[in-house]
């Protein structure tokens, strides 16, 4: 239970500066510098009122010094980090299987905020969490690593091979993303991209379903959100979804 707590808390605060990430990394800005500010009066942010999401609250939703309105994607996104952080301590028993989930989990939440913005998914992201992914990988379970890279080779290669098939339907941000869920979930990238598949496919056929297949067709409806809903579910689910296919498919 107090690793839950921690893991909250943590993920809480994570989640704050994930927020930084999502606002500042498209727009080529310092992650670092300048610390944070009101965009609209340029004024610092205290201390005491970057608490997460408890500051937001306190303040209504509002800069102190101007009282220009914040936007409650922030203590959403604080909220959500930390009970996703606290859902992958409880749903792992190994370090390795803990520190790759919340890694990953913080990865894929800024990259799909990112992309349903601006419809990229920055190279930083996925480059920074190849690495992470290999270095925790080869650091805490380094039995499992061969399999991981498989999986990763494999996810980003299918993933290419749809891109090069229907180039204006996915990005190589798409790819990119994808290789790295692989680095971090092994074989369960392979519900991952399901999940991801069939969400999208349900989305785009509820979009030609209200505008028509002509204007339909034309929606540019961004991927990488479906990748990150099919990795989160695949860190609480993957294992599990691939232990009952090998089980009851493949014998």
């Known amino acids: 239970m107090e690793a839950a707590t921690f893991a909250g808390v943590l993920g809480a ?32 942010v205290k201390p005491y009122d970057n608490i997460p999401i408890l500051s937001w609250l306190l303040l209504r939703g509002h800069c102190r010094s101007c009282g220009c309105a914040i936007s409650p994607r922030y203590p959403l996104v604080e909220a959500l980090t930390g009970a996703l952080c606290v859902g992958a301590v ?29 419809r990229i998914i920055p190279n930083r992201i996925t480059a920074l969490g190849a690495v992470l992914a290999l270095v925790l990988g080869l650091a805490l379970d380094p039995g499992g690593e061969l399999g991981r890279l498989i999986a990763g080779a494999c996810a980003g290669g299918f993933l290419l091979a749809a891109a090069l098939a229907y180039p204006g339907g996915m990005g190589m941000g798409d790819v990119k993303l994808a290789g790295m869920m692989g680095l971090f979930l092994g074989a369960a990238v392979a519900p991952a991209l399901l999940i991801a598949l069939l969400a999208g496919v349900t ?41 009952v296919y090998v089980n009851h498919f493949l014998h």
């Open 90 to 118: 409880l749903a792992h028993h190994s370090a390795a299987g803990i520190a790759l989930s919340v890694a990953l989990i913080l990865l894929v939440v800024p990259a799909a905020l990112i992309d349903l913005e601006h």
């Open 203 to 243: 989305l785009g056929a509820v979009v030609i379903a209200r505008k028509g297949a002509r204007e339909g067709r034309k929606t540019a409806v961004p991927f990488g959100p479906f990748l990150a809903l099919g990795a989160l579910l695949a860190v609480f689910v993957g294992p599990q979804i691939v232990h």
């Open 13 to 44: 605060v994570f989640g704050s500066f994930l927020n930084v990430v999502v606002y500042r990394l498209p727009r080529h800005e310092s992650l670092i510098t300048p610390a944070s500010h009101c965009p609209r009066c340029g004024t610092p």
